[in-house]
């Protein structure tokens, strides 16, 4: 079964950046869509950004947009989004997620199959 792992979350002042990766380590990421995800206390999961198994399509939350960048490296399996201008809402457990079918992105969190244990960002002074 894929598994996959979140890593470079941590604690970083407002208007700081952070990258955190999404790794698989027995199966190969790139037949499918990979979408980051996150969970602050006391809400809803929601969709952050996605991108489709080439890389040449993605989506982002309109709360992200301009500040967050998704990409991905097929060559080292690997799944990155880029965060600058953090805020404090931006708090939350980052997840990432892959699913199919790999050409479409989506935002859904029920629409993806596989799901990282998450890695914690927090924003704060």
């Known amino acids: 079964q894929l598994q996959l792992v979140e890593s470079g979350g941590g604690l970083v002042q407002p208007g700081g950046s952070l990258r955190l990766s999404c790794a698989a380590s027995?199966?190969?990421?790139?037949?499918?869509?990979i979408g980051w995800f996150r969970q602050a206390p006391g809400k809803e999961r929601e969709g952050v950004s996605c991108i489709n198994s080439s890389g040449g399509s993605t989506n982002y939350a309109d709360s992200v947009k301009g500040r967050f960048t998704i990409s991905r490296d097929n060559a080292k399996n690997t799944v990155y989004l880029q965060m600058n201008s953090l805020k404090p809402d931006d708090t939350a457990i980052y997840y990432c997620a892959a699913s199919f079918p790999a050409t479409i992105t989506s935002l859904i969190p029920y629409e993806y199959d596989y799901w990282g244990q998450g890695t914690q960002v927090t924003v704060s002074s």
């Open positions: 027995e199966f190969t990421l790139n037949y499918y869509r």
